[in-house]
């Protein structure tokens, strides 16, 4: 028996609530109670899948965080660029020298937005499993605006030309 009980696939109400009790407790950064939670929720849900990814990241297992993201990617809807473009000066800015923000996805209709989430965290969980060609596409994918991803590929053509 896991950390929840029993291991059947929760739906409805009851997996209403577990994905918000997961929610919550990966707001918390209780990584294996959240990670319980979505576990018992279905297995192709994009939302549930990422959720799953963003526990495993945070507790460095970053192998099992990028097998999922990338079984889950077909799932994604077409991928689209978000429109920042209304947003304040100020907040465009952060968002784009931020680090990569930590935060779940709430089962809400899919936006844009979501899609550079999950890119983000591809990106950074395939760096530390030194897929270099794939954080590079990925940082392609999100158009180069991302600074901590333009780190990441500096360290990488760094670490590269030493090596030579």
Known sequence: ??????????????????????????HSHAYALAYACFDRLADDDWQVAYNKALCCFGVGDYERCYTILCAVESLLPVPQSPDFAELPDTLLRWEHESPMPICPLCFETFTPEVTVLFFRLKAEAAFRLQRYDEVKALAARLGGRYRHICKLIEQIDHDSQRHL
């Not at 028996?1 to 990966?26: E, H, P, S």
């Open 1 to 26: 028996m896991g950390l929840l009980g029993a291991r059947a696939k929760a739906a409805g109400i009851d997996g209403d609530r577990l994905f918000r009790a997961g929610v919550n407790y990966l």
